[in-house]
């Protein structure tokens, strides 16, 4: 397997610029994760990784060789795509030889390598099958067997899971992780689902408009946003943002909203002029004791737990509470905000305000 470095990745297709000058280190045996809104640029990166497309500019290195002009045939990876690409006149033995018949494997080594993956795959019992009477969770297996006979030094996977149902997808993103917890395979791993990278993922990179947005492992890019994209295209539901104009000052651990003193993490550097006060809706909880009130407009039922959304003087916001508290619609609550979790941005920029909560994120970007 093998260590991927990204150095200022640029591509252009006329005027328009898909992807802008990004870099990252993908760590030997890392499942990572490139995730976005739909154009954000993910598999286009994915792409110039895996030779497909040539980059306009920046260099692509592939354990330790540099191979951003190099065709895909000399990259030595394998591709996983989302709607399976397998070839219909084959039956499942024979679409994962297949790579290994091209590069003219004896058959008893073609025999053994095949029996060996369909073991992992659990597919054993359908490799005389043809692949049109598959269902689409066993065609995706076929698809990962044709990539992993061949053991190539990476795998690129886009959107694989993409075409199948909600429990098919949940089921293949659980055997996806663990098969690759299994071989210690590098996979670059496209999607647009963010639920599926907070799973599966080691690292995440996190696209916008071409560029990436934060870099980092899925705790750090749910707890510490470096961006209000982020801290939005994160989370279900997604963090609160109340709006407002102020100043902080170095070391400062609380701001003045709307009468109101609420705490956040020690600023590192002062500020002045339109802020947002992002926090995440379980950080939020319900208490009459608090200064911060506002009225009930709605509560959606999670079993365990209940969305609340509450109206106040700097807008709507959602508390995720135990469904076990009592509230109705109309009602007015206190609001209390765990302000050790909160994030402050600026309005402006978008960036998050550098505190003792997001301190080093922003190296990332």
Do not use: W
Not at 28 to 55: N, Q
Not at 314 to 343: C, W, Y
């Amino acid at each position: 397997m093998a260590e991927i470095i990204i150095k200022n990745l640029r591509k252009n297709f006329g005027d328009f610029t898909a992807v802008q000058s990004s870099s990252f280190k993908i760590e030997d045996g890392e499942f990572f994760m490139l995730l976005g809104p739909s154009g954000c640029g993910k598999t286009t990166t994915l792409r110039m990784i895996a030779g497909l497309e040539l980059p306009t500019a920046g260099e692509i290195y592939i354990d330790g060789e540099e191979v951003s002009q190099k065709p895909a045939r000399q990259r030595d990876i394998a591709f996983v795509f989302q709607m399976f690409a397998l070839y219909p006149h084959m039956n499942v033995r024979k679409n994962i030889s297949y790579p290994l018949v091209s590069q003219g494997m004896a058959k008893a080594q073609i025999k053994e390598k095949v029996a060996e993956v369909s073991r992992i795959l659990g597919i054993e019992d359908i490799l005389d099958r043809p692949v049109g009477g598959l269902s689409g969770g066993d065609r995706q297996r076929v698809a990962l067997g044709r990539a992993i006979v061949r053991e190539p030094k990476a795998f690129m996977m886009d959107e694989p899971l993409g075409a199948l149902d909600a429990e098919f997808r949940e089921r293949m993103a659980e055997e996806l992780r663990a098969l690759h917890d299994r071989m210690g395979a590098t996979t670059i791993y496209v999607t647009h689902d963010q639920l599926e990278a907070m799973q599966m993922g080691d690292k995440i990179v996190v696209m916008n408009h071409g560029v990436i947005e934060q870099f980092g492992t899925p705790q750090d890019i749910y707890d510490k946003p470096a961006t209000m994209f982020v801290a939005d295209f994160i989370g279900s539901p997604s963090m609160n943002f109340l709006r407002f104009h102020g100043q902080v000052h170095t070391g400062a651990t609380s701001i003045r909203m709307h009468h109101v003193d609420l705490s956040v993490p020690a600023v590192r550097e002062p500020f002045e002029g339109d802020m947002v006060y992002g926090i995440r809706p379980e950080h939020i909880a319900l208490s009459d004791s608090s200064e911060s009130r506002g009225e009930v407009v709605a509560a959606e039922y999670l079993g365990t737990t209940q969305i609340v959304t509450v109206k106040t003087a700097s807008g709507n916001l959602k508390a995720r509470i135990s469904s076990d508290q009592p509230v109705r619609s109309g009602e007015q609550v206190g609001l209390a905000f765990n302000g050790a979790t909160a994030t402050l941005f600026d309005n402006q920029s978008g960036k998050a305000l550098r505190s003792d909560l997001n301190e080093g994120v922003l190296a990332h970007v």
